[in-house]
């Protein structure tokens, strides 16, 4: 669980954070982004088992999992708001086009959001997009599943265990059955008998021999349904069919947790972080590393909230923005290296998060000088360099990447 001080220490990070290049002579010089998608149907129709919910599931204008024209439109929003920060950055000129490098996951709605996004980031550019073909599985964003990387579901299992504490996943359960229980007054209404998410213990799924450990219970079918209000929410639903008009933003914004608690639990713990980040860790350490002159100044890998909770968990890293619970990765935000150089050369890493607030998705904000996505410095775990907490010497952050991901790939 989250401490009062890491919380602290991220809302000091982020009114302090912008200003690290006036207290120390740096300048961003290439930025690195793992953005998860943008806003998404349910992967399934209907989205929950029948009896999950009193009533029918709202229709959404596309299929299952994929993007949708309005998480498109916030994509485009977020990526003018991106697109004036790079160039206020140095990292993109202001006419022209940049040296822009993005690689995506094979799904829809990850070549989607690469797409939309690249659009208003470069408009009229041919901006270089590398992905497999579409539903063809790819080992870089899904190496655990792919067989890709060494992986002892056994030990996985453990790991998530000891991480979740002594009390373990039901007490977890426990701590939030309060926001179970007002789940099952959204899903059910008036009682209705075997209706809900909150009947079934919640523990660890049966381990599967390479795979990645799962939830059962309560807490897994939970997390899914907190995920679906959301996506409702931020699509721009009316609020009559946001939870079938008895959902609040603010019941929104708490089961969010829910979410955030799933990956804690499952994507978070190093053991797991570590190989599921084996693919991502290589691109990301590569496209910051010294000596290739002609690397593009902006790379952007477009992936899902696993992938972006993995790396956290990597590297220590804890944000929260408004409308969300802490830690829970948004639709289409993204964990942003910036490389920062002095003016001797010597080259350093931090990390960001940057989002559109869950309001600004829904209303599909559009960004000004007096209007600003959610950003905020994230210190990165062990690194102090020049007396900034969080701060990484370039050498450290490669180390860490290096280091931090699973030894040996099949």
Known sequence: MRSI????????LAWTGSTVEAQTGLRVDRVVMLMRHGVRSP??????????AAEAWPDWPVKPGYLTPHGAEALRRLGEADRARFIADGVMPRTGCAALHI????????????????AAVAPGCDVDITHRPQDVADPIFSPIGERAVAFDAETARRAVLADAGPDGIAGEERRLRPVLSRLDMILCGPAHAGCGVAGEPSA???????????????LDRASTVAQILLL?????MPMRDVGWGRATAADIARASELHAVEFRLLARPRY??????AGIAPLIRDALRDGQADAPGITMISGHDTNVASLAGLLGLYWQVPGLAADDPSPGGAIVFERLVDGSGHRYVRAVYRSQTLDQMRLLTRFDGATRPYRAVIPIATCNARGVRGLCTLEAFETLMTAGVAASAR
């Not at 990850?110 to 690249?118: E, K, L």
């Not at 660890?204 to 309560?218: F, Q, Y």
């Not at 797991?272 to 980040?277: E, F, P, S």
Request: no cysteine; net charge neutral.
């Open 5 to 12: 001080l890491h919380i602290a220490a991220a809302i000091l």
């Open 43 to 52: 992967t399934k129709a209907p989205p929950m088992p029948v009896g999950t």
């Open 103 to 118: 690689v995506a996951d094979s799904d829809q709605r990850t070549i989607a959001t690469a797409d939309a996004w690249a």
């Open 204 to 218: 660890l799924a049966p381990v599967k021999p390479g795979s990645r450990p799962k939830l059962s219970g309560a």
């Open 232 to 236: 409702e929410y931020a699509e721009g």
């Open 272 to 277: 797991v972080a570590a190989a599921n980040m």
